[in-house]
């Protein structure tokens, strides 16, 4: 495949494009007349972007459309305290009575919850012809297995929704994959025999999921739903990963499971934990900077036996420095995934103040998360009623099957199947791409 790359309309297949549209980030593939995708560099050069919306609250009031940043630039404005609001995991909107309901976005203006989705689907649409030189009018989406699981209507419902979208931002031709074959395309390619692949997607949000029947027969068949014999996941990820890993390493710095002073024929009293934890969760940790917050915990002084946490903690909350201490964290589990060790700097709490995070420890305070996403690979075979030993292939994708812990914990429960990395952040997308080849080029069977 090829990497990132700014491409032309003599390098693409003419008016096609691939979208991962993710929870967590997104992508765009562009297939190429010489084989392969291109996968286009979406912000500072990366290829793929979060899943955000910022909408600024300043700006003219009588402007037909409150200005708003994507991406990272997004998140670094909430990070910041701009004024507006944020909007992430816009996919989980479809399917819901959210979708037609309204939301207010700062300095009283509002937007349609599904025009937040239409209008990120369109910057990715921007983004991609920039990239190709030409206009995209042709579109393969990814999609999971179930937008909702458990109600057909509602599934139905999503997927309408999302197509109207793409086709609200411009796409005549609107075609959709399911994520798990995506992500399989490229461990199929290789296939000489039919067998079953376990697709692992561990991304920031959820851990999903699908067997799925692969071989050089199917290839290219375009329709594969009938290759997915069962799909399952849980909402645990990576996310869950760095919250874990900043209350057991960075903020008993702070307090967090602390006691307050020895009192005379008492028991030392627990430090309480409700800010502690909210601090540690992406979206609760601009909660914990309102006044009435900081002004309690100002006077909690007393609570602490160390008084230096307390200081500590309230540096933390005056300076605003919640995402960097999940910044930190994140890095320090990312460390420990690459090195098996991470030294963790936190000089803007307190000159010289560090801690560090092994492999060990990483282990023991991931172990119950990582339990859960074992078992929901265990469930997806047992609603398929499958053994474990006719799995010939685990093909791991998303961010978070950088853990090795984590890699090899499934694995273990697959002893006959070979594990396959597929590339972390775009598998889908680079899928995708390949689906959109077959289909917009002819070159693909009808679904047998």
């Known amino acids: 495949m090829s990497p990132p790359a700014h491409t032309n309309d003599a390098d693409t297949l003419a008016g096609v494009c691939a979208i991962d549209f993710g929870t967590s980030n997104s992508a765009v593939a562009l297939p190429l007349r010489a084989g392969g995708v291109a996968l286009v560099p979406l912000e500072a050069g990366q290829p793929t972007m979060p899943t955000a919306v910022f909408y600024l609250a300043d700006g003219p009031a009588h402007a037909a459309e409150p200005d708003r940043l994507y991406g990272r630039a997004a998140i670094a404005a909430y990070v910041d305290g701009l004024d507006g609001r944020l909007m992430r995991s816009m996919k989980s909107l479809l399917g819901s009575a959210l979708l037609d309901q309204r939301t207010d976005v700062g300095a009283g203006r509002a937007v349609r919850y599904g025009d937040v989705i239409t209008g990120y689907l369109r910057q990715l649409r921007r983004l991609g012809e920039a990239a190709a030189g030409q206009l995209l009018p042709r579109v393969v989406l990814g999609r999971p297995v179930f ?16 197509a109207q979208a793409a086709r609200d931002v411009g796409f005549a031709e609107v075609q959709f994959q399911y994520e798990p074959i995506a992500a399989a395309f490229a461990h199929e390619a290789a296939a000489t025999a039919e067998h079953l692949v376990l697709v692992a997607d561990i991304g920031g949000g959820t851990s999903d ?10 290839r290219a068949r375009l329709d594969r739903q009938d290759d997915i014999l069962a799909n399952h996941g849980v909402h645990v990820a ?12 960075i903020l008993p710095l702070m307090g967090h499971g602390g006691h307050g002073p020895a009192r005379p024929g008492q028991p030392p009293r627990e430090i309480p934990v409700g800010l502690y934890h909210d601090l540690a969760t992406w979206h609760l940790i601009n909660t914990v900077y309102a006044p009435a917050r900081v002004a309690e915990w100002k006077a909690m002084r007393g609570w602490f036996a160390d008084v230096r946490q307390h200081t500590r903690l309230m540096t933390v909350l005056q300076e ?3 995402h960097a201490l999940a910044a930190a964290a994140e890095q320090a589990k990312i460390d420990v995934a690459l090195h098996g060790a991470a030294t963790i700097a936190l000089d803007a709490v307190e000159p010289g103040l560090g801690t560090t995070l092994d492999a060990p420890t990483a282990a023991r305070v991931l172990q119950a998360d990582q339990a859960r996403i074992v078992d929901a690979a265990q469930e997806t075979l047992r609603q398929a009623g499958v053994a474990a030993t006719a799995v010939q292939a685990v093909f791991f994708t998303g961010g978070s099957t950088g853990l090795a812990s984590l890699v090899d914990g499934i694995a273990a429960v697959f002893p006959a199947a070979t594990p396959v990395r597929g590339d972390r952040f775009a598998s889908v997308a680079t899928g995708l791409g390949l689906h959109a080849r077959r289909v917009f080029s002819g070159g693909a069977s009808p679904a047998s």
């Open 320 to 322: 605003r420095l919640g």
């Open 147 to 162: 937008f909702v699981d458990d109600d057909p209507a509602r599934d139905r419902a999503a997927a309408t929704a999302l």
């Open 238 to 249: 990576g996310t869950d990963f760095d919250r874990r890993v900043e209350l057991a390493a």
């Open 209 to 218: 999921f699908s067997l799925v029947r692969v071989g050089p027969a199917r």
